[in-house]
């Protein structure tokens, strides 16, 4: 749990630091439910990498929809 809020912390500080992206339906491009590091970068090209793996929180290497929320604000 502890960690789990500490990378939300991480995540707000550094989603702060970006524009707000597309919406999640327009970033998975694929449509499988999931943004992957690809889609991310396609997305919103000024997430960095170490804002996306901490975004990632349940560090599947993509984002769901509520991970996807908290980066892109």
């Not at 590091?37 to 960095?48: C, H, I, N, S």
């Amino acid at each position: 749990m502890k960690k789990i809020l500490i990378t939300l912390g991480i995540v707000a500080f550094a989603a702060s630091a970006h524009a707000a992206g597309p919406d999640f339906a327009t970033a998975d491009t694929d449509q499988n439910g999931m943004v992957s590091m690809e889609e991310l970068k396609a997305a919103m090209p000024d997430v960095t990498d170490e804002a996306a793996t901490a975004a990632d929180a349940d560090a599947d290497g993509s984002l769901n929809a509520e991970e996807y929320a908290a980066l892109a604000g």
